[in-house]
């Protein structure tokens, strides 16, 4: 497909070298020749100087035959200007990213007054996804297919877990619930284990169930469960504010410091569940007077990568809380991934998944189509949710038969509101949700690619 990309900052740039990498022709539009320059060179895509919101801009970029725009630029309102922009001269399908808290109650009228095929608010989708880790502090990281019916967690095995030692295939008798083990993080390695594999202390996991089985799952190997009942939030931003309203729904109880006097103001306008506390996240005798210690869950959310991850080293230090952060560059992911830190949090990353899964599924044939998809592991790993349309040369024939690509395993599939672990005898149907991890990333377009490239051309 032609794609433009408006706004070549750190999501313009990801999202360029995924979908040049997916073998789309892409062209990158931005004011600042130095940016455009490093996307052009990262991702081998072309690039066009100027303000995108312009119509000639846009036309010297080939909107006239582009099949999708994507406006990331930092405003939420060139975003907007330039899909419609888009949409009026091209005709083309356009995404935008709209980030402001204001806007949010109109989202629906933005995507039908200005014709947008998706708006994406990278910050709410951000809190969602710490809200649920907050829900289950055990898992690193959570990710959900089928509407949340089918979940996908990843976790360390500490020492002492039961499952250390133990051979994969011995799973169902150990833990006597229906979960997978799709993928064991080992040594560097990002593996997609077989029955004989033996899982050793140290290991990070990955295994997929449904949300009752997850947590009967997590029970049954000594490892807590249950939702935490307090946080403490640094920074008063919008990845807070979201969050903090979230978890009050939720029934936990939400405390946030921010240095910002009118911020504090703000937030406690808008949530007057919540205590604001008006303070350096930095302090630590606030720290403590406010109840480090005994909070169950910390969220680092300040637009200060370094001041995040120290502050949640401090707190790791200072408490059990579950930690979670908000890592907003890309410049020491490496070291910071080496922290133990709890769980990191990138809103860049969740934002150029989320549009990635839209492109994807524009692509899809009509037997089936890409209803949900991330990037697991540092991009190393896929999981991918695909429906199932019509007949193929995939149903009704039970998996041990089909010659399936070695890089990839067939973890769940969701049928009339059950969800089922699939074994060799198990048939794929019209109708079906599918979840498939692989880790040829980017190769998974349609569900056929699942096939060997020998039995899929025939």
Request: aromatic share 4%; charged share 25%; hydrophobic share 40%.
């Amino acid at each position: 497909m032609n794609i433009i990309i408006a706004g070549c900052g750190q999501v313009g740039q990801v999202l360029a070298e995924q979908l040049c990498q997916d073998e789309h022709d892409v062209t990158v539009i931005d004011e600042n020749s130095e940016a455009v320059q490093r996307v052009v060179y990262a991702a081998d895509a072309r690039g066009v100087i100027g303000n995108a919101a312009s119509l000639n801009i846009q036309m010297e970029a080939g909107v006239d035959s582009a099949d999708l725009l994507i406006a990331v630029t930092d405003a939420d309102e060139v975003n907007l200007l330039c899909c419609l922009i888009a949409k009026k001269s091209g005709g083309c399908q356009t995404i935008a990213r709209v980030r402001n808290p204001v806007y949010h109650q109109e989202i629906h009228h933005f995507k039908e007054d200005l014709g947008l095929s998706m708006v994406i608010n990278p910050e709410l989708t951000a809190a969602m996804e710490i809200s649920r880790l907050f829900r289950f502090p055990s898992a690193i990281d959570i990710d959900t297919f089928a509407n949340g019916r089918i979940e996908l967690l990843r976790f360390h095995l500490q020492p002492g877990n039961p499952l250390c030692a133990k051979k994969i295939k011995d799973l169902p008798e150990l833990s006597r619930c229906e979960v997978l083990i799709c993928i064991v993080e080992r040594q560097g390695q990002t593996l997609i284990p077989d029955g004989d594999m033996e899982l050793q202390e140290g290991d990070t996991i990955s295994i997929v169930a449904s949300p009752a089985n997850a947590s009967r799952f997590f029970r049954m190997i000594g490892i807590e469960t249950n939702q935490v009942k307090n946080t403490m939030l640094i920074g008063g931003g919008k990845v807070a504010f979201y969050l903090a309203r979230r978890l009050i729904e939720m029934g936990i109880q939400v405390k946030i410091v921010e240095k910002d006097r009118a911020s504090c103001e703000l937030l406690s306008d808008l949530l007057p569940k919540a205590t604001i506390i008006y303070g350096d996240g930095r302090d630590e005798s606030l720290l403590a007077e406010e109840g480090l210690a005994r909070v169950e869950g910390f969220a680092a959310l300040t637009n200060q990568d370094e001041e995040n991850v120290m502050m949640s080293l401090y707190a790791k230090h200072m408490s059990r809380a579950k930690i979670i952060t908000k890592v907003d560059q890309d410049t020491y992911h490496a070291i910071i991934g080496s922290l133990d830190i709890g769980s990191l949090i990138y809103p860049k990353h969740i934002t150029a998944e989320t549009i990635i899964q839209y492109v994807r599924a524009m692509q899809n044939s009509i037997d089936s189509n890409v209803q949900s998809l991330y990037r697991l592991v540092d991009g190393k790993a896929e999981a991918l949710e695909f429906i199932i349309h019509k007949q193929s040369e995939l149903t009704d024939v039970p998996l041990q038969e089909l010659k399936l690509r070695d890089d990839l395993l067939v973890c769940a599939i969701y049928r009339k509101r059950k969800t089922i672990i699939p074994k060799g005898q198990d048939c794929l149907r019209v109708g079906d949700s599918v979840v498939v991890i692989t880790t040829s990333t980017g190769e998974l377009k349609d569900l056929r690619d699942i096939l060997k490239k020998t039995q899929a051309a025939g």
